[in-house]
């Protein structure tokens, strides 16, 4: 559903940040994807969504190039970005204005996922806390029924009990014809939610695996003595562990090469 192959792209200043990358994503998965700040992940949703041009290379959005802008691939594409300005209307009246972008939109379903996120139709967007402007595009976007939904940075500004709220909408609107791409530092907030874990560093790809994958191939080895840290070590139990992705996301990033020599020994037996 999205193919990215040998995409090359400079921002205006000269520097280089993505050289050659590849991605493919596909439908009936809720994608994670990580990294530092600066590695990259902004730049590379704005590139799927057609807001950002590669400078050479593919980028493929439901068969087509992602910056052609096609009005057929737009009406499945919604991205919650994590900063954004509303307009000073209610939330009904937001709604009316902008689902007619999207010929899928369910207004049945956002009132009630309204109702589930504690949101009065008639609220102005002004007067709603940020936290309670993230829950609206989220609903607004999972009622758009778009094909493929990117959230960048979902969890900032929600309380506990939201963030919980989030995790059971999320999980319960993903079916096999849709992709969810989630990006964020919080690991925490979504280790539940997430079926593959996509790493970003310095404009590259350097881990790409699915739960399922990691929790075989992979477990926690507790560290000996007072200032000894745990680490990721290879999984011969021949049982599934479970993984703290915060703690797998800071191995990745020390070592990678490491890491995914791990799945390749895996897969050579």
């Known amino acids: 559903m999205i193919e990215l192959k040998h995409l090359n792209f400079t921002y205006s200043k000269g520097k280089r940040l993505f050289n050659d990358l590849d991605l493919s994503l596909q439908p009936g998965t809720i994608y994670g994807l990580l990294g530092r700040n600066g590695a ?30 096609l009005p057929n691939v737009l009406q499945d594409i919604y991205l919650v970005p994590e900063e954004f300005e509303l307009p000073e209307i209610s939330l009904k009246k937001y709604a009316k ?16 996922l309204l109702k589930e996120f504690e949101l009065r139709e008639e609220e102005k967007l002004s007067q709603l806390s940020y936290g309670q402007k993230k829950k609206f595009l ?11 939904l990117i959230l960048d940075e979902p969890t900032n500004g929600l309380d506990i009990p939201s963030k919980s709220q989030f995790r059971k909408i999320i999980a319960s609107r993903l079916d096999e ?5 989630i990006s964020t530092h919080q ?5 539940n939610l997430i079926d593959t874990i996509v790493v970003l560093e310095e404009g590259k790809i350097i881990f790409n695996r699915n739960v399922a994958e990691i929790s075989k191939n992979l477990t926690i080895e507790k560290g000996t003595g007072i200032e000894s840290q745990p ?8 049982e599934e562990t479970k993984i ?7 191995e990745v990033i020390k070592n990678s090469e490491r890491i995914n020599e791990i799945f390749s020994n895996y897969i050579d037996k």
Do not use: H, W
């Open 97 to 112: 204005m902008n689902a007619v972008f999207y010929p899928k939109f369910d207004p049945g379903m956002l009132s009630n």
């Open 187 to 191: 690991v925490r907030d979504l280790e």
């Open 244 to 250: 703290d992705f915060e703690l797998l996301f800071n």
């Open 40 to 69: 990259g992940k902004s730049t590379l949703l704005k590139q799927i969504c057609g807001m950002l041009y590669p400078d050479s290379g593919e980028c493929k959005v439901l068969g087509f190039e992602a910056g052609e802008r």
């Open 138 to 148: 989220i609903a607004f976007a999972l009622a758009t029924n778009a094909r493929i």
């Open 177 to 181: 014809n849709r992709i969810l791409v």
């Open 231 to 238: 680490g990721i070590v290879k999984n011969t139990s021949g």
